[in-house]
């Protein structure tokens, strides 16, 4: 069933512009210009061979295609995450030896029962939010390719949030921005003078913020069939911090370490990174990635719209360092302990993924959201086109208002397969939240 999109005060505006269903012809079986469009290189998608498909060059008009590869776009990364999604959920459920149809709180109990852990204690997991980030060079193409007007080599990008500048490692951050190095740890004793975030490998005891493996001089949360530490340590930690916050390494940062470049310049040690971390309520110009909200290269509303949205949806976001915290009941064996870590190997990368996808959801519903926002001013180019007085623009917008009417169903559909995911997800993911 379709849904009926368009705006009854967008008949008036045919009128004004002195347009009348005869200038604004479809194409198909029934028309009289059917053979004239295929002659011009321009046909109307049959039914189901449109935005349905995946096909989004509809009308021939840059503005009018752009807002439908948003929506088409949008439609196969809401789809992509909700698989992923329900791929690792199953993943899990497999390990486990449970149906499909299991519930967040029946995998819990399974865990539980399974591998003898304390029924109270249980299994925490603890984490810090996923990095997302969205491309600036895939905002600049997508709005490039709606508005001719646009300069891609010229155009520049606004980030709220951090940048990450592409490929320098000289490079100056506009704005109130301040610049950060990133990268690996000064060689050959891995020493991080900034935050490390990953794994640091002890060479004193200290405190942990994370899981620690070796040994805990005090309140070891979960250990190993050998006695050694795995879990967060209320004491002193010798042997690896798996961190899951940036914080000081006193020894080895093997995972990426955070540093202020050297006073009054933006210079960072060959292979690093630059970034550019924005102010409170301010953005930078950005043109590797952004890890917050993008805006656009100044172009037409209706292109602004559709290209923010497209670039939204196609943002990526890394699984985070996970710490566990779990205590064995009193009936636990040795054998159940090293059933359980084998167990936890594939559960923390499963876990990781979906915690990742989980917020990758929240930034692809928005997009959604955007992508329906936009339907309006595709109309608005859709009439502004036609009233150019060619005949290709025209046969074209009928072609467009016509795919119009299924926009809202395929914008639904996509944003109801993922939030049905995406609401699994937070249901696991409740069962392990401290």
Not at 180 to 200: D, H, I, M, Q, Y
Request: some cysteine; hydrophobic content about 40%; charged content about 20%.
């Amino acid at each position: 069933m379709k849904h009926n999109l368009i705006d009854w005060r967008f008949v008036g505006m045919i009128f004004a512009a002195g347009l009348t269903t005869a200038t604004i012809p479809g194409c198909g079986e029934n028309s009289p210009l059917g053979d004239i469009a295929k002659e011009c290189g321009l046909a109307c998608p049959a039914d189901g061979e449109g935005i349905v498909a995946g096909n989004f060059a509809i009308s021939g008009v840059a503005s009018i295609d752009s807002f439908f590869s948003s929506v088409v776009n949008f439609n196969a990364k809401a789809n992509l995450v909700a698989n992923n999604i329900n791929g690792e959920l199953a993943k899990i459920k497999a390990r486990l030896d449970l149906p499909a149809t299991a519930t967040a709180a029946q995998v819990k109990a399974k865990i539980v029962a399974d591998f003898s852990l304390d029924a109270d204690a249980a299994l925490v997991v603890k984490y810090q939010p996923p990095k997302c980030e969205v491309s600036v060079s895939a905002t600049i193409e997508a709005t490039a390719r709606c508005d001719v007007n646009v300069e891609p080599a010229t155009a520049t990008v606004q980030c709220s949030g951090t940048c990450e500048v592409e490929a320098s490692a000289m490079a100056e951050c506009s704005g109130m921005a301040t610049a950060k190095c990133s990268g690996t740890a000064n060689l050959p004793n891995l020493e991080c003078s900034g935050e490390c975030s990953g794994t640091c490998e002890l060479t004193a005891a200290a405190t942990c913020e994370g899981t620690c493996k070796g040994e805990c001089s005090a309140g070891c949360s979960a250990t190993n069939a050998d006695g050694s530490c795995n879990g967060s340590c209320t004491g002193m930690c010798r042997g690896t911090c798996e961190m899951t916050a940036k914080g000081s390494c006193s020894g080895q940062c093997k995972g990426t370490c955070d540093y202020d470049p050297p006073s009054g310049t933006v210079e960072c040690e060959a292979g690093a990174t630059v970034k550019c971390e924005a102010s409170a309520m301010a953005s930078v110009e950005c043109n590797g990635k952004c890890e917050g909200e993008v805006t656009p290269p100044s172009a037409s509303a209706e292109c602004e719209a559709s290209a923010k949205a497209e670039a939204q949806a196609n943002v990526e976001c890394t699984p985070p360092q996970l710490a566990l915290e779990y205590e064995f009941s009193a009936t636990a064996t040795a054998e159940t302990r090293l059933q359980f870590e084998a167990f936890l190997t594939g559960f923390v990368e499963s876990y990781g993924k979906i915690v990742a996808e989980l917020e990758r959801s929240g930034i692809v519903l928005e997009a959604g959201a955007q992508v329906a926002a936009a339907a309006d001013g595709a109309l608005d180019g859709a009439f502004e086109a036609a009233a150019d007085g060619s005949l290709k623009a025209k046969i074209g917008v009928g072609c467009a208002i016509a795919e119009l009417e299924d926009v809202p169903a395929v914008v639904d559909d996509a944003t109801e397969n993922l939030s049905a995911s995406a609401t699994a997800a937070g249901q696991l993911t409740g069962q392990f939240t401290p």
